[in-house]
Each structure stands twice: as C-alpha cells, then as structure tokens.
T-cell receptor, first 111, second 115 residues
Framework: GESVGLHLPTLSVQEGDNSIINCAYS??????FIWYKQESGKGPQFIID?????DKRQGQRVTVLLNKTVKHLSLQIAATQPGDSAVYFC??????????FGAGTRLTVKP | NAGVMQNPRHLVRRRGQEARLRCSPM?????VYWYRQLPEEGLKFMVYLQKENIIDESGMPKERFSAEFPKEGPSILRIQQVVRGDSAAYFC?????????????FGEGSRLTVL
C-alpha cells in the first residue's frame, strides 16, 4: 500500500548470502505486483513482476513469492552482491490502473 | 529509444514562487504517472494521466498542485506558491496503456528544493 511517512526499514547482509525482502500489500483485489529497485539519486527500476494467478516467479538471481491469503509478497535475491545495495519497493495495481508503492526496504550488502 | 525524460533535474525555488516540472514519456507511451518521494521514504502516488485526461488524482493535494498531459508536448506538474514542505523528489513514470503489462518506466526524477 501507500507509504505513510515512516523511515525505511533496513536489511544488512553479507556478500554472497541470500536476501529476503518482505512486503505486505493492502488491496485484496490487486492482481498485478512489481518489485522495483531504486539506487541512490536514481529513479526506480523494474526487477520482476508477478500476476495473482501465480504464487512464484523466478528471474535471474531473483525470485518473487506471492501469498494472497495473507497479502504478502517477498523478493529473494540469491548470492547477494554489492551492486544489489539499494532500496527495494513492492508495488500493487489499483482498479484505476496505476501502481501504488509500499514503504520500501533499504538493502545494504557488506563485503 | 530514449527513456522517460524529466526536467529540470534540480530546481530551487523560494517560498511563494511557482515550480513547473516536465515529463516526456517514452515513445509510444500514452499514460503518465507522477509520484513524490521525501528523503528516506517511499514513493507516494500523486496523479495518473492519459493524453488530455486525468484518470486518478486522488493523491494530489487539493490546493496549489495541478497536472496536465496535453495532446502535444510533455506532462507538466505545477506547484503554485511553493512552501518548504514541497521540497522532495518528483518522479514521473510512463506506460503504454491499455493492454500493457502494467510495468511503469521511471524517469530520473526532478528534485525540488524550496528555500
């Protein structure tokens, strides 16, 4: 759902470890979800998407899991690298067709 | 194929002045979205436009803020009589519209500083 002015939660992982970033969405009618990555000073970049008729989708080093029962999304990053350090947002679609973003999580990868 | 282009990248205004932020969507995209981001916070939806139409402006403050996406030219986000609280990064995104996957393509943002 919409961010509500809270400071970003953070996740710190060691290089080479797997990362799991979680997101709760607000609208049970949402049927399309996207994970975005935002590096410092840049706009968000698409990572991976998933439709509500799926519960898992894999990309290159990333996997998105969708649990519609509890309205929960997760992004798994395998073998996390320093270049993965960024803020990660989940987004859900609305009936009007725009995307609403979650609060975001800052991922820091330690060498 | 150029991506979403936003300008200016940085804009400094004094309280009471007007700020105009421009967004040119990706070629072939007819849907534009504006988001606002405060430091260390998430992206807050403001408005969703198609050419010459506002589809959803539920995130736009009722006063001082307006947006348009004319038939020709870029989308404009206009903030009148700016206040310090308007200082933020404003991101524009575009999508092809109906029949597309829903993925939004973002610009690099316009950072507004109100002195």
């Amino acid at each position: 759902g919409e961010s509500v002015g809270l400071h970003l939660p953070t996740l710190s992982v060691q290089e080479g470890d797997n990362s799991i970033i979680n997101c709760a969405y607000s609208n049970s009618a949402s049927d399309y979800f996207i994970w975005y990555k935002q590096e410092s000073g840049k706009g968000p970049q698409f990572i991976i998407d998933i439709r509500s008729n799926m519960d898992k989708r894999q990309g290159q080093r990333v996997t998105v899991l969708l649990n519609k029962t509890v309205k929960h999304l997760s992004l798994q990053i395998a073998a996390t690298q320093p270049g993965d350090s960024a803020v990660y947002f989940c987004a859900e679609n609305t009936l009007q067709g725009d995307m609403r973003f979650g609060a975001g999580t800052r991922l820091t990868v330690k060498p | 194929n150029a991506g979403v282009m936003q300008n200016p990248r940085h804009l400094v205004r004094r309280r009471g002045q007007e700020a105009r932020l421009r967004c040119s969507p990706m070629k072939g995209h007819s849907h534009v979205y504006w988001y606002r981001q405060l430091p260390e916070e998430g992206l807050k939806f403001m408005v969703y436009l198609q050419k010459e139409n506002i589809i959803d402006e539920s995130g736009m403050p009722k006063e001082r803020f307006s947006a348009e996406f004319p038939k020709e030219g870029p989308s404009i986000l206009r903030i009148q009589q700016v206040v310090r609280g308007d200082s933020a990064a404003y991101f524009c995104a575009s999508s092809p519209g109906q029949g597309s996957t829903g993925e939004l393509f973002f610009g690099e943002g316009s950072r507004l500083t109100v002195l």
